[in-house]
């Protein structure tokens, strides 16, 4: 197993497909770890390879007592940090709900390390006081659920209701303190980037995809959109076959 250290605490990667193809950062969102890929690795590792993290206080990385408020910027900073640890550049990045949120930061912050990115079924920019309200409820009642519990567990162990009450907290001191997602505005990206979505993400109120992506890309001619038609949340999984055509598309320009 493969780690590197980041601000004191140990971080878990791993590695998937051959060497001599482009790179392809594959990053998860809240409650879940690097597993959530489980699915889709086959897949892309016979194109790319592929690189996935446990973020700290998930799956196989190490538990911190408190997880930051700004947690999908520090989330950048120790995607950063692997990068460089590794020697790559003119990675592709695919950010996965918190994990789309992580890798637009990311963009943002290190242009010279990233190719492009595909952020796929995210809140947006800034927290929504209604969607917050709508996950810290959604959780508490989660944890009665048995499929839920069992997919947790086999994420992150048997601590995972502490990791699930970590997330949770910083969700909610992010919406309550901090509010932007991002340090830098839009205006600055320097990176291609690829907003996907379900119409049908139970997650999100009713046309929230195409209202936030109409915005992001009115504000930066960078930035494309793909909103599918089904499929539950995320749409990465549930439109699997069909996004992935279309990243290798993107990628490949």
């Given at each position: 197993?493969?780690?590197?250290n980041?601000?004191?605490?140990?971080?878990?990667?791993?590695?998937?497909?051959?060497?001599n193809?482009?790179?392809?950062?594959?990053l998860?969102?809240n409650t879940?770890?690097s597993?959530?890929?489980?699915?889709?690795?086959?897949k892309?590792s016979e194109?790319?390879?592929?690189?996935?993290?446990?973020?700290i206080?998930c799956g196989k990385s190490?538990?911190?007592e408190?997880w930051?408020a700004?947690?999908?910027?520090?989330?950048a900073?120790?995607?950063a940090?692997?990068?460089?640890?590794l020697?790559?550049t003119?990675v592709?990045?695919?950010?996965?709900?918190g994990g789309a949120i992580?890798?637009?930061?990311?963009?943002?912050?290190?242009?010279?390390l990233?190719?492009?990115?595909?952020a796929?079924?995210f809140?947006?920019l800034n927290?929504?006081?209604?969607?917050t309200?709508?996950?810290?409820?959604?959780?508490n009642l989660?944890k009665?659920?048995e499929?839920?519990?069992s997919?947790?567990r086999?994420m992150?162990?048997?601590?995972?209701e502490n990791?699930?009450?970590?997330?949770?907290d910083?969700?909610?001191n992010h919406?309550l303190?901090?509010?932007?997602f991002?340090h830098k505005?839009?205006?600055?990206?320097?990176?291609?980037l690829?907003?996907?979505?379900?119409?049908?993400?139970?997650m999100?109120?009713?046309n929230h995809?195409?209202?936030?992506?109409?915005?992001m890309?009115?504000?930066?001619?960078?930035a494309?959109?793909h909103?599918?038609?089904h499929?539950?949340?995320p749409a990465m999984?549930s439109n699997?076959d069909?996004?992935?055509?279309?990243?290798?598309?993107f990628?490949?320009?």
């Amino acid at each position: 197993m493969s780690y590197f250290n980041y601000d004191g605490a140990k971080v878990f990667y791993e590695e998937f497909g051959s060497d001599n193809v482009e790179l392809l950062l594959l990053l998860h969102g809240n409650t879940v770890s690097s597993k959530f890929f489980t699915p889709v690795i086959p897949k892309l590792s016979e194109r790319y390879h592929v690189i996935t993290i446990d973020f700290i206080g998930c799956g196989k990385s190490e538990r911190i007592e408190k997880w930051p408020a700004d947690l999908w910027f520090d989330w950048a900073n120790q995607v950063a940090a692997l990068i460089k640890q590794l020697g790559y550049t003119g990675v592709n990045v695919i950010g996965c709900s918190g994990g789309a949120i992580a890798a637009i930061n990311l963009a943002l912050e290190n242009p010279e390390l990233i190719n492009a990115v595909v952020a796929d079924s995210f809140e947006g920019l800034n927290a929504n006081p209604e969607i917050t309200e709508q996950i810290r409820m959604g959780r508490n009642l989660a944890k009665e659920n048995e499929g839920f519990c069992s997919m947790s567990r086999m994420m992150h162990g048997e601590d995972w209701e502490n990791v699930l009450d970590a997330d949770t907290d910083a969700v909610v001191n992010h919406a309550l303190n901090v509010r932007s997602f991002c340090h830098k505005s839009l205006n600055d990206l320097k990176v291609r980037l690829l907003l996907t979505g379900s119409s049908e993400d139970e997650m999100f109120p009713e046309n929230h995809f195409s209202r936030l992506f109409e915005e992001m890309c009115k504000t930066t001619e960078l930035a494309e959109s793909h909103l599918f038609e089904h499929g539950g949340h995320p749409a990465m999984i549930s439109n699997m076959d069909e996004f992935i055509s279309i990243c290798d598309e993107f990628f490949a320009r």
